[in-house]
């Protein structure tokens, strides 16, 4: 499929802009300018209210099974087009097509999973106090919602929001992300070839603070969900705190990884290089800061640079390219700046720490040792391909140092001791820990955030709750 320019999806239409506004789109391989977004304005932004809400009379009101029926003919044409939207997916995002190929078949999977937890959305009747009264619980979807989403997962980002809302009953406006949006808009394609009704999904580009600004405080809005940094986390919780919104936050991470002395190494290094370099480190779980006990820090952070020196770095639609480009100038001088700082406190650079190339936004895999707190990579999320290590003497050690953030999203740990692992799992502050594996983000398992990483679930039967109201009914029979 040749890259072609997206326009907003807004009450079952493909529609310029008003004014005919756009935005470039870039190719983080080449850094050339590749097509154009449309860009939303206010009178985009108010018919696509206009249509979520006419969508959410429509969507509420059709079955939970057609709802189920019609997501899974979506899932089964994301399939279907799987390839065309991979290399999409790759040509603006700078993935590598494996990675894209993953992206596309997960929100598949996602979309299939939710469709099925929609039809059991169940209510739940409760033994009353008197024999005459009749009380029980029923589950509403909450009403339209909005959802704002980042470019590092284009497409998974969006149904991680969609596929809830529909599944319990809600319309949707999707605030996409302008620097990828070509394969979004094959995955709004895909429910509209599915017979999902005009209105209930939606689809605007623009700027993010004037649409966040107008969208959230809305009346007809009755939900809010965004993915993003906890800065901005912060300020649209408020915002929709002010207006009394439902809230799901999916915010920033700095996971820690542990790594005991009694852990297999070589699985651990080979995991965690897969890790923390998918999509250039620009994920918010991709683990950062590798804490690795005394007995095996040099054993692992031999293993770690071999690994990491052997990935294939290059333009993401070349065959055998294992990590793509960063997704722009902005994220390569974060990185880099980062870098620099942990240098001048005493940082070694084990392996990396260099641009590649004239052209596209790339920069080496990264391993940084001899690291300390007061590093300021060692304090912000890095959001990019740099691996900071540091070791530890014994469990209480790390287990602190992995809560000294505010952060608690993610975490990773290797260990055979099952004490340990004990330990670990009461002492990681974390909404999600994997240990000896790498195995978040699957459509049934719970996927969110705690303290500064947010609230709400995307992922799991806990995601459905988000978009729905338990309502109470108690009835006197009698
Ligand atoms: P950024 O803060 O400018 O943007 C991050 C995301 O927030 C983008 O999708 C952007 O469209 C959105 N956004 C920003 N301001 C907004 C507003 N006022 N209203 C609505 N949406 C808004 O940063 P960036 O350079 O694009 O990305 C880097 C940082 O963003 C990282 O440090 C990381 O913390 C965070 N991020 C997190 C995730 C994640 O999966 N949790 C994904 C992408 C970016």
Redesign the pocket.
């Known amino acids: 499929m040749r890259y072609s320019d997206t326009r907003l999806y807004i009450g079952g239409n493909w529609c310029d802009a008003t004014g005919a506004k756009t935005l470039d789109v870039y190719n983080p391989a080449t850094g050339e300018a590749i097509g154009k977004v449309a860009h939303a304005v206010h009178a985009d932004l108010e018919k696509a209210v206009e249509a979520v809400v006419s969508g959410f009379h429509i969507w509420s009101a059709t079955s939970a099974f057609e709802r189920y029926q019609i997501m899974r003919r979506a899932a089964a044409l994301l399939r279907d087009r799987l390839e065309s939207i991979a290399r999409l997916l790759t040509t603006d995002e700078g993935k590598p097509l494996a990675e894209s190929r993953l992206e596309v078949n997960s929100c598949a999977d996602l979309l299939d999973w939710f469709a099925e937890e929609g039809r059991r959305a169940y209510g739940r009747l409760i033994p009353a106090r008197s024999t005459t009264v009749q009380q029980y619980g029923i589950k509403e979807p909450v009403g339209p919602a909005v959802g704002?989403?980042?470019?590092?997962f284009p497409m998974s980002?969006i149904v991680r929001k969609l596929g809830p809302a529909l599944a319990a009953g809600c319309s949707i406006i999707i605030?996409g992300?302008e620097e990828a949006p070509a394969a979004p808009a094959q995955l709004f394609q895909c429910l509209h070839d599915a017979g999902v009704p005009a209105g209930v999904v939606n689809l605007v580009f623009g700027t993010?603070?004037e649409?966040?600004q107008f969208l959230i405080p809305h009346p007809a809005i009755r939900k809010v969900s965004?993915?993003?940094?906890?800065p901005?986390g912060k300020?649209?919780a408020s915002l929709a705190g002010l207006h009394m919104k439902r809230v799901t936050m999916?915010?920033?991470g700095h996971a820690p990884a542990i790594v005991m002395d009694d852990a297999n190494i070589d699985a651990a290094t080979t995991a965690l290089v897969a890790a923390k370099f998918r999509n250039a480190g620009q994920v918010?779980i991709a683990p950062t800061r590798f804490l690795i006990q005394a007995g095996v820090h040099d054993q692992f952070v031999k293993s770690l640079i071999k690994k990491t020196q052997a990935l294939k770095v290059g333009d993401g639609l070349a065959e055998g390219t294992q990590m793509g480009p960063l997704i722009g100038e902005?994220?390569r001088a974060a990185i880099e700046s980062l870098i620099e700082d942990a240098v001048s406190k005493g940082a070694r650079i084990a392996t990396g720490g260099q641009r590649i190339g004239n052209s596209g936004f790339f920069f080496e895999p990264t391993i940084l040792t001899g690291i300390t707190t007061d590093m300021r990579a060692m304090n912000e999320?890095p959001?990019g391909p740099v691996a900071l290590v540091k070791s530890f003497d014994d469990l209480d050690e790390a287990i602190e140092e992995s809560g000294r953030l505010p952060f608690g999203l993610g975490s990773y740990a290797w260990t055979t001791s099952a004490s340990n692992a004990r330990r670990l799992v009461q002492g990681v502050q974390a909404g999600m820990l994997t240990i000896n594996h790498v195995g978040l983000g699957l459509p049934e398992t719970p996927y969110g955030g705690i303290r500064d990483s947010g609230y709400g679930y995307e992922g799991g039967s806990e995601a459905l709750d988000g978009y729905m109201n338990t309502r109470f009914i108690t009835h006197d029979v009698a």
């Open positions: 704002f989403t980042p470019w590092n980002q605030k992300p993010p603070a649409i966040s965004f993915t993003g940094s906890v901005v300020q649209l999916e915010l920033g918010c902005r994220r999320e959001f």
